[in-house]
C-alpha cells in the first residue's frame, strides 16, 4: 500500500511563506494522481489544490487561488504545496492524499491514500 507522510508545517506570520512536503513510498508514485485538502477545527475538509500523474495539468481550490503552488519532484518521490501570502484563515491541518488515477478531483473521497496531516498556523 502507498504510504504519505507530510512535513514543512509550523507557525508563521501573516504574510510570510511555507511550503509543504509529502514523500510517497510503497507505489508507483508517478501513476498516481495527488492533492491537498485542509481542515480546520469546527469546519468541513476542503479541497486546496490538485495534480496529475505526470504534473502536466493542476485542479486548484478557488479559496487559495493565486497564492498557493502545487508541484511534484517524480525523482524524489514527493510532491509539494507552496503557499505564500499566507493569512490567519489558512491555519488547519493540512493533509495530503493520492488517487489511482491520472487527474485529481476535489471530492474527498476519490483518493484512496492519505497522510496524518501538518499543522499550519498563521497569527495576525
Known sequence: ???????????????G????????????FSTY??????????????????????????LVGVAVKGRFTIS???????M?????????????VYYCAARAATLPRSQAYEYNYWGQGTQVTVSS
Do not use: H
Not at 511534484?72 to 514527493?78: C, P, V, Y
Not at 509539494?80 to 488547519?92: G, R
Open 33 to 58: 494522481a495527488m492533492g491537498w485538502f485542509r481542515q480546520a477545527p469546527g469546519k468541513e475538509r476542503e479541497f486546496v489544490q490538485g495534480i496529475s500523474w505526470n504534473g502536466g495539468s493542476t
Open 72 to 78: 511534484r519532484d517524480s525523482a524524489k518521490n514527493t
Open 17 to 28: 511563506s511555507l511550503r509543504l512536503s509529502c514523500a510517497a513510498s510503497g507505489g508507483t
Open 80 to 92: 509539494y504545496l507552496q503557499m505564500n501570502s499566507l493569512k490567519p484563515e489558512d491555519t488547519a
Open 1 to 15: 500500500q502507498m504510504q504519505l507522510v507530510e512535513s514543512g508545517g509550523g507557525l508563521v506570520q501573516a504574510g
